[in-house]
């Protein structure tokens, strides 16, 4: 079993979310970049740096994480975030290539999604009797169910962004 992500509580919070892609103040989406997650290898958060980055960092001090969300805030809105994915140590498996084919490998769309929560707001649901959501902490080898949003996990989002 790894962990989806090691998230410091205060800074991931926010009652409603005012994400702007890329240069963190233009809205701009700016592509690709050479710039990494400021996500440190025990898997906290660095400080922020006005570029909300997706990539995949090594995570030696940090066991069993398999993703990290970091997020910075100023009030009640995210004015940041970075997702990394673990590039080091654990085996993911190729879903593009083989789908249907696992090994002891772990599922990085499932994990991704996970992340993803975290950039737009949502917290853990940590209740055993929930595994099978998004928002689950914790994931299997080989397992894709959270590939795609709860009912609780889309209940969430809808709260953060009402129509
Ligand atoms: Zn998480």
Redesign the pocket.
């Known amino acids: 079993m790894g962990y989806?992500?090691c998230?410091p509580r205060d800074d991931r919070f926010a009652t409603k979310s005012n994400f702007v892609l890329g240069d963190g103040g233009s809205g701009q989406e700016t592509g690709t970049t050479k710039s990494k997650p400021n996500i440190k290898a025990d898997a906290t958060c660095a400080n922020r740096d006005g570029f909300n980055v997706w990539g995949w960092i090594p995570m030696p001090q940090s066991a069993g994480t398999l993703g990290v969300?970091c997020s910075w805030s100023e009030g009640k809105y995210i004015r940041e975030a970075d997702i990394a994915m673990r590039s080091d140590t654990i085996k993911w498996w190729d879903v593009w290539n083989h789908p249907t084919t696992c090994s002891a490998a772990y599922d990085p769309i499932s994990v991704a999604t996970?992340?993803v929560?975290?950039f737009l707001g949502l917290e853990?649901v940590t209740d055993p009797s929930h595994e099978e959501l998004t928002?689950y902490?914790y994931t299997y080898p080989c397992d894709k169910r959270g590939e795609t949003c709860g009912q609780g996990n889309c209940d969430g989002l809808m709260h953060l962004y009402p129509r």
């Open positions: 989806t992500d998230i969300t996970h992340e929560g975290h853990h928002m902490p």
